[in-house]
């Protein structure tokens, strides 16, 4: 079983960069599809992003397409790098693992703890 743990999260000004980082520990690594989740104040919980297990194919989300990229060191970090961060952006971020490749309705086995981030206008 795979233990999550999210870093890097902060206040920020919009159009500020922040870059969360998730360690994972207790599993195999290269056996999960990794991803990133969101919670918005007063919302449910949506799909951010996810990355394959060797790290060349990533999914995201419309709203942070072009803006947001996952990235992953194939051994057991996972990053979310966040530019031109937006109000609407504000979230709970949770980092996620699966044993299954990332599709519609996408629900992973493993969620870390989560970060915060508020982006200010």
């Known amino acids: 079983q795979v233990q999550l743990v999210e870093s890097g999260g902060g206040l920020v000004q919009a159009g500020d960069s922040l870059r969360l980082s998730c360690e994972a520990s207790?599993?195999?690594?290269?056996?999960?599809?990794m991803g990133w989740f969101r919670q918005p104040p007063g919302k449910e919980r949506e799909f951010v992003g996810s990355i394959t297990r060797s790290g060349d194919t990533t999914y995201y989300t419309d709203s942070v397409k072009g803006r947001f990229t996952i990235s992953s060191d194939v051994k057991n970090m996972v990053y979310l790098q966040m530019n031109s961060l937006k109000p609407e952006d504000t979230a709970v971020y949770y980092c996620a693992a699966s044993w299954r490749a990332y599709s519609d309705n996408w629900k992973p086995d493993y969620w870390g703890q989560g970060t915060q981030v508020t982006v200010s206008s």
């Open positions: 207790g599993g195999t690594f290269s056996s999960y599809y």
